[in-house]
């Protein structure tokens, strides 16, 4: 399995129509088995008014098929703690960071 237990995982789900919000998922892995993952960690959803990206604050438990088509599962390098992640907006650029040494841009363009 390309995905193990203790890793850290950036879960998209793709926005199915032009108007819908992004939405995201960081966790870490628990249990993989089958082309699932059960992860824990925190939902995150994007204002469509100011597209900043919020954090919704009691952590969650989701099982997601890693071969579904609406979502895309990045494995996050370094092991961040994942209560430390972020979203940051610079000019037209989004960026998930830590508050140490990890940044990943997540523009779509």
Known sequence: ???NP??????VHRRLFEKDSTRFFIGVVEECDA??????????????????VNRKDDPRTKIVPLGAGTVLVYLLQ??????????VHSG?????VDNARFRMDLTEH
């Not at 992860?39 to 994007?46: D, E, H, K, P, R």
């Not at 370094?78 to 430390?84: A, H, L, Q, T, V």
């Not at 037209?92 to 998930?96: A, H």
């Open 78 to 87: 370094g092991s961040p703690r994942i209560e430390d992640l972020h979203f």
């Open 35 to 52: 082309g699932l993952i059960k992860a824990t960690g925190f939902t995150y959803f994007q204002d469509m008014m100011t597209g900043h």
């Open 6 to 11: 203790q890793d850290t995982v950036l879960i």
């Open 1 to 3: 399995m390309v995905v």
């Open 92 to 96: 037209s650029k989004t960026f998930l």
